[in-house]
């Protein structure tokens, strides 16, 4: 479910970004990286299509913290600061199972910021995992994954893009 919501964010990006070429009007993203000789420079639209694939290709190989900052930045996101906290910590979990068989490093506590990753038991009750300890999955940890998913995709279907305009 975590790389189907990094392709959602893909997508949304893409999107975003074609629509800003359309109006000729720059996000407020710090860069994005192309390589120019890709691009196709017949005409406008090839223009056009050739950036945004290049600039959708350079987003997907972003961390999903620079994928969060930059679509804030193209959508008109919410201050919703503890879904965004508890969907990072979900993408963390999905890490750890995928990379490390679950088991939870000083390094994935120190980048989520916390003293221990809290997930649940199937009964709904908080359960902490330390350094060295194996993470364990419920039905409520993914209800609480899908949840979020359905909260935080909201904010990306918001028409209006933050961007600045020309001067």
Known sequence: MIQEWHRYL?????RA????LKKR???KIR???VDIKDIDWSKLSSVRESFTQQATEWFSRRGYDDKIEISGKLYAFASRDKVRARMRMHVWVRNIFQH???LVRRDDLRRLRLEAVELRDEA?????FKEGQRLTLSRKDIDDLVRLVQE???DLERPTMDV???E
């Open 100 to 102: 490390k068989q679950g």
């Open 164 to 166: 600045e305009t020309p």
């Open 152 to 154: 935080h995709s909201v």
């Open 31 to 33: 860069a994005i990286s």
């Open 17 to 20: 970004i074609a629509e800003l």
């Open 124 to 128: 709904g009750v908080p359960k902490s």
């Open 10 to 14: 893909d997508a949304k990006f893409e």
């Open 25 to 27: 009007s720059p996000p």
